[in-house]
């Protein structure tokens, strides 16, 4: 029977952490760190992110500006909405939340985004912090950092182990899959186009899954003992679901997260944490 890797608490701690920290940059600079959040459109999962995350600024002091946008507005008028955030000096992060309507490029307003305020991580330049592990230097990708926060708190060992990081997105497997490169692990990388996909995981000592498609990894998939890191979310006969067959996987994992209460809480604690230090780095500390 697994550990379960408890993102609630784990998130409790670095916010509660992250709180103190932002009373004492209050005192110190006269101003609390600032997030702004673009909202472009109605799209019902989107709205409830956008409040999840302005709820949690608020409890640990960060100021949140929310900008909500039209449905229809054009390429040139998001970027201008960006540039003039890039250009408040009151503000530290800027996201932009995900998806957009189609007419819109994502790609194209990430890249327009200061790097030093992309709390998302997303931006080419962090893209290519990540990569070189120059992560003092920049901001990571929420979801990706949140899950190395995991591994540090329970004392995971990573170097020489096979880890299997199955997705491939921009957001989460690729930025993942380089963490744990960083930390000496021998990777490998599996996704939608991966010809038997249980031969790599069952050699997996370290299981990374994020592909949204639930109970995608069964018992039989997984290495006993391995620890499995479940990043998928999904909807299933209305109950929230992850990839991973939790019930039968966490009797042969050393280690589990559950979905939920597993990496969600996660990622919102690690954008108020890039927040800050995005605030941090601007005031040069
Ligand atoms: N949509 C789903 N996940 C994310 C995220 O991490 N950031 C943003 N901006 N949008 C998202």
Do not use: W
């Not at 997705?167 to 186009?193: D, E, Q």
């Amino acid at each position: 029977m697994a550990v379960i890797l408890d993102g609630k608490e784990l998130s409790k701690k670095i916010r509660g952490k992250l709180k103190e920290e932002v009373k004492e940059l209050k005192e110190k600079v006269g101003r609390p760190p600032a997030l702004a959040v673009v909202l472009v459109g109605n799209d019902v999962a989107s709205e409830i992110y956008v409040r999840n995350k302005i709820k949690a600024c608020g409890e640990v002091g960060i100021r949140s500006i929310e900008k909500r946008l039209p449905a229809d507005i054009s390429q040139e008028e998001l970027n201008r909405v960006v540039k003039e955030l890039n250009e408040d000096d009151t503000v530290d992060g800027i996201i932009v939340q995900l998806p957009l309507p189609e007419h819109l490029s994502c790609r194209k307003v990430i890249n327009y985004i200061s790097p030093e305020k992309d709390v998302d991580g997303f931006h080419p330049v962090n893209a290519g912090k990540c990569l070189l592990g120059l992560y003092d230097e920049g901001l990571m990708p929420c979801t990706p950092a949140g899950v190395m926060k995991f591994f540090e708190e329970y004392g995971i060992e990573l170097q020489g182990k096979n880890a299997v990081m199955v997705g491939h997105s921009n957001i989460v497997g690729k930025p993942l899959a380089n963490m744990l490169l960083n930390a000496n692990a021998t990777v490998s990388v599996c996704h939608i186009y991966t010809e038997d996909l249980a031969h790599y995981t069952r050699n997996a000592d370290i299981l990374c899954v994020a592909t949204g498609v639930p109970y995608l990894i069964k018992a039989d998939m997984v290495k006993e003992g391995a620890v499995v890191i479940d990043i998928g979310i999904s909807r299933v006969n209305g109950k929230i679901v992850g990839d991973v067959d939790f019930e039968r996987v966490k009797e042969k994992a050393s280690a589990i997260t559950p979905v939920p209460g597993g990496v969600g809480p996660m990622t919102i604690t690690m954008l108020l944490f890039n927040t800050v230090k995005a605030f941090k780095m601007r005031m040069g500390y």
